[in-house]
């Protein structure tokens, strides 16, 4: 795609595709002018509808600033901070059900449940029903369909097809979840979001479904995703493993660089509000724009080398949190439990392979770049 241009028109997808790292970076700050709020792309189920009302990731302001302000404290980097003493006790006790078994897939050990007990825990929903979370998380992901070749327009029917039933029975069980909330307030996110007020108003139940949704399935997947590819990464890079293994404070910048090689979220999609000049290209009001972190991240009038991983990059200001006013709001938290997760992996287990008799599985990466399975 690089090779068409760093902004170019894509008569098959219809589509605008932007490449480069500036030239994603004035979208994604840009919002007056490139909407978050691509919902007309395609007929929206009743479904998709109620899950869309709270989930603030599509919203433009005024109501993203009010919606993410509600959430925003709970996740700054000095309050997850505190959360780092119980991020390292339940990755030990996973570690610990590991213990000396010399065979294991580290998605289903390590990577999937951590992630998904901890915002399970702060959201109030019972970390028990994760195997529930993971099948909603896999089919919206894999039925995601996802073939360059077809028109967003059409791609986006197709996905509002197939997640639908998997949307109703979430959005059923998260209204069921905040009617207790209401009725038993507990400590949680939920509680205090059932209890929130903006402008003196409270939220209704059918908002806050998919401000928790949004959180339940923001919060972990990517972390997943995080924590496969990096070991992955170091699976191919030992001398970047073996210097993580003698110098600790070097695992941050090795999780960056895997973040920017293995953009978890490879693309973004936004959709232009008025006509727009981008990077030599005019784009017509009511565009649908594809933004592309994973190649925004390889551009290499930013990042000398880009194919190459280093993680003495300084600065690496890669975009795979994204950029502007829907910054992930969780990239405190993914980099904190990142930390942690493969700091005690790496202290723990001496000596760490992919294994090579069995597959290593990845999904589909237009939709997500990330393992399904990682046997070690
Ligand atoms: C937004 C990536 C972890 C919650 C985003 C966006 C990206 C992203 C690219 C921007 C989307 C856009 O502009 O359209 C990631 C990656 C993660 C991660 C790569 C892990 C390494 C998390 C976690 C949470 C979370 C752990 C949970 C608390 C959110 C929320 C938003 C968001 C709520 C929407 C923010 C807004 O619209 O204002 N994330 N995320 N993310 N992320 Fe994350």
Known sequence: ?????????????????????????????????????????????????????GNFLRIDPPEHRRLRGLASRAFTPRTVTGLAPHIADITSELLDAIGDRGRIDLIDELAYPLPVIVIAELLGLPAGDRPMFRRWADLMFDRAATNPDEPLTRLAEANIRAVTPVVRDMNAYLLEHIRRARSHPGDDLTARLVQAEIDGQRLVDEEIVGFVGLLLLAGHITTTATLGNT??????????????????????????????????????????????????????????????????????????????????????????????????????????????????????????????????????????????????
């Not at 700091?343 to 990845?362: F, M, N």
């Open 231 to 376: 070991v992955l990464t170091l699976d191919q890079h030992p001398w970047a493993a073996a210097e993580v293994r003698a110098d600790a404070d070097l695992l941050p910048a090795v999780i960056e660089e895997s973040l920017r090689l293995r953009t978890p979220f490879p693309r973004l999609l936004r959709r232009t509000s008025r006509a727009a000049e981008l990077g030599g290209s005019d784009i017509p009001a009511g565009s649908m724009v594809a933004v592309w972190l994973a190649a925004a991240n390889r551009d290499e009038r930013v990042f000398p080398d880009p194919d190459r991983f280093d993680p003495h990059r300084s600065p690496n200001p890669h975009l795979a949190f994204g950029h502007g006013i829907h910054f992930c709001l969780g990239a405190p938290l993914a980099r904190l439990e990142a930390r942690i997760a493969l700091g005690l992996l790496l202290t723990r287990y001496r000596d760490i392979q992919v294994a090579t008799d069995a597959p290593v599985e990845q999904r589909d990466p237009w939709t997500m770049v990330s393992l399904n399975k990682l046997p070690l």
């Open 1 to 53: 795609l690089r090779q068409r241009g760093t902004v170019h028109h894509d008569a098959s997808q219809q589509c605008w595709q932007v490449l480069g790292h500036p030239e994603a970076s004035t979208v994604l700050a840009e919002h007056t002018i490139f909407s978050s709020d691509v919902g007309d792309l395609a007929p929206r189920s009743a479904e998709i509808e109620l899950f869309q009302r």
